[in-house]
């Protein structure tokens, strides 16, 4: 959302500093495996440095702090159908391995062609998705996810993501990602089922020669 001054987009808690993922890494449940938590932090400066399109005006998405809003993330975790077969413990450890983003409206999340980072969950707001040729393929809402067509076939984004409303983002590291197919056999299949039916409707938005 924007700030009062429009300048760029607000968020409900202050902009962590540059350690904030190392503070919140002091937050995670001892049992944590580190490579999740590394996971993590190389998927926020992946989003900062490469596949994060920085408007003209400079806005850039803002994370927020959740320690005090972990359950709240749970419930809408559980609004999420392919997340369905998880249980609340392994919700709490996606919450745990992500971050969050708060883009305004008319942002674009990636754009075709950059390099892929993570499973998007929308938590509110709207996005819309954007074949190569630039026609739209879907609008997705809270409950929605995105980006898993890339992380399955191991490529860069086969589309362009923007924003339509204010909109919260939960982003799920690649790592984390990859674990959760592998322990959850129904996860999967539902994954790969949306990964399906995307991949048909960039072949229907894609003019045959």
């Known amino acids: 959302m924007l ?17 904030g993922f190392a503070g919140r890494r002091r937050a995670v449940a001892p049992r944590r495996v580190r490579s999740c938590i590394r996971a993590r932090e190389n998927m926020a400066s992946a989003i900062y440095s490469e596949g994060m399109v920085i408007e003209e005006d400079g806005a850039t998405p803002e994370p927020r702090t959740r320690a005090t809003h972990s359950h709240t993330l749970v419930k809408a975790l559980r609004h999420v159908p392919s997340l369905s077969v998880c249980d609340e413990e392994t919700l ?23 390099p892929t980072s993570g ?11 954007l074949g190569r040729g630039g026609g739209e393929l879907a609008t997705l809402g809270p409950g929605e996810h995105f980006g898993e067509l890339s992380l ?6 086969q589309s362009t993501v923007e924003t339509l409303d204010d909109t919260e983002l939960m982003v799920v590291p690649k790592e984390r ?16 089922r949306k990964a399906e039916e995307r991949m048909a409707l960039n072949r229907a938005e894609t003019p045959s020669d």
């Not at 499973?119 to 998705?129: D, E, N, P, W």
């Open 119 to 129: 499973l998007y969950i929308v938590l509110s707001g709207k996005v819309r998705v």
């Open 92 to 114: 709490l450890e996606i919450v745990g391995d992500s971050i969050n983003l708060v883009w305004p409206p008319g942002h674009r999340v990636f754009e075709y062609g950059t």
């Open 3 to 19: 700030s009062a001054s429009g300048a760029g987009p607000a968020a409900r808690s202050a902009r962590p500093a540059q350690d």
């Open 177 to 192: 990602f990859d674990a959760l197919l592998m322990e959850h056999t129904e996860l999967a299949e539902a994954i790969h």
């Open 152 to 157: 399955l076939a191991g490529t860069t984004h």
